[in-house]
């Protein structure tokens, strides 16, 4: 009897500013899918038993996500959920928020903080930086160390590469290959 609900997908559960919402169930699962975005149903809510309600405040609090949280030296910081659990998105920087916080109620202070941290770990595990040109050096875990090119392209140094020694074209060299 599941079953055969689950063939009659996608369905129309109604409309929300004036833009029709569907359930239907997909390749990772129940989704609701309105103005052509999919935002995933949470475990608890049964996809065949969703009410147009529960589909709005689905999209509503997804939307209040992809908003900025604080602000912090002129950019915006986001609280975002990724496949390692809850961090924030700050320019270029993505900070994990370690267990002892909640996403939900990060203070201002705590944002700033966890900024800072993650700023001054970066700072001790670069070994050498051309901030113009975009091109670092830094240890990453396990004792390897890796090169950054602009756009957050990362490759391992070559063996026998001194990262203290290297220069900048030499490190433009292991891009090109």
Not at 42 to 58: F, G, M, Q, V, Y
């Given at each position: 009897?599941e079953?055969?609900?689950?063939?009659?997908?996608?369905?129309?559960?109604?409309?929300?500013?004036?833009?029709?919402?569907?359930?239907?169930?997909?390749?990772?699962?129940p989704?609701?899918?309105?103005?052509n975005k999919?935002?995933?149903?949470?475990?608890?809510?049964?996809?065949?038993e969703?009410?147009?309600?529960?589909?709005?405040?689905?999209?509503?609090?997804?939307?209040?996500?992809?908003?900025?949280?604080?602000?912090y030296?002129g950019e915006?910081?986001?609280?975002?959920?990724g496949?390692?659990?809850?961090?924030?998105?700050?320019g270029?920087h993505n900070?994990n928020?370690?267990?002892?916080?909640?996403p939900?109620?990060?203070?201002?202070?705590?944002i700033?903080?966890?900024?800072?941290?993650?700023l001054?770990k970066?700072?001790?595990n670069?070994?050498?930086e051309?901030?113009?040109?975009?091109?670092a050096?830094?240890?990453?875990?396990?004792?390897?160390?890796?090169?950054?090119a602009?756009?957050?392209?990362?490759k391992?140094?070559?063996?026998?590469?001194?990262?203290?020694?290297?220069?900048?074209?030499?490190?433009?060299?292991?891009?090109r290959?």
């Amino acid at each position: 009897d599941e079953a055969l609900k689950l063939l009659q997908f996608p369905v129309k559960l109604g409309t929300y500013e004036n833009e029709s919402i569907f359930v239907g169930m997909g390749k990772y699962g129940p989704y609701v899918r309105y103005k052509n975005k999919f935002y995933s149903i949470p475990p608890h809510l049964n996809a065949l038993e969703i009410t147009l309600d529960d589909a709005i405040s689905i999209i509503e609090q997804k939307n209040k996500r992809e908003e900025p949280v604080a602000e912090y030296e002129g950019e915006p910081v986001y609280v975002l959920s990724g496949k390692y659990g809850p961090y924030l998105k700050w320019g270029n920087h993505n900070i994990n928020i370690p267990r002892k916080y909640n996403p939900d109620t990060l203070s201002e202070e705590d944002i700033v903080n966890l900024i800072v941290e993650k700023l001054e770990k970066d700072r001790l595990n670069t070994l050498a930086e051309w901030p113009d040109e975009g091109y670092a050096i830094r240890k990453g875990g396990w004792g390897k160390i890796y090169v950054y090119a602009p756009g957050n392209k990362r490759k391992l140094l070559p063996r026998g590469m001194d990262p203290k020694k290297a220069t900048l074209e030499e490190i433009k060299k292991i891009f090109r290959r």
